[in-house]
């Protein structure tokens, strides 16, 4: 089973930038597709941007589509969410998961870690 520890995130004011950083244990990081959720107080918990196994697909959810971007680092075990012209609405917890695939309609395959706390305000 991999093991996540999520973190970057923090406070910042609309339109600043953030980039999280999820790392992973174990040599089974690099078969699985990986996503990035966040939940929002008194939301769901959403599925925002997946990335393949070989970091070659991508999908993000329509309302990060154009200002997120996820990446991976197979040899550093690490997953990444660059997220840009931040809003408002963008805060919430973010969570890191390996992924039963590469698309919005994935679901997350393991145990949820502590995630980080991004919060975007004035």
């Known amino acids: 089973q991999v093991q996540l520890v999520e973190s970057g995130g923090g406070l910042v004011q609309p339109g600043g930038s953030l980039r999280l950083s999820c790392a992973a244990s174990g040599s089974m990081f690099r078969f699985y597709a990986m996503g990035w959720y966040r939940q929002a107080p008194g939301k769901q918990r959403e599925l925002v941007a997946v990335i393949s196994s070989s970091g070659g697909s991508t999908n993000y959810a329509d309302s990060v589509k154009g200002r997120f971007t996820i990446s991976r680092d197979n040899a550093k075990n690490t997953v990444y969410l660059q997220m840009n012209d931040l809003k408002p609405e963008d805060t919430a917890v973010y969570y890191c998961?390996?992924?039963?695939?590469?698309?919005?309609?994935?679901?997350?395959?393991?145990?949820w870690g502590q995630g980080t706390q991004v919060t975007v305000s004035v």
């Open positions: 998961n390996t992924n039963s695939g590469a698309t919005l309609l994935s679901s997350a395959l393991g145990s």
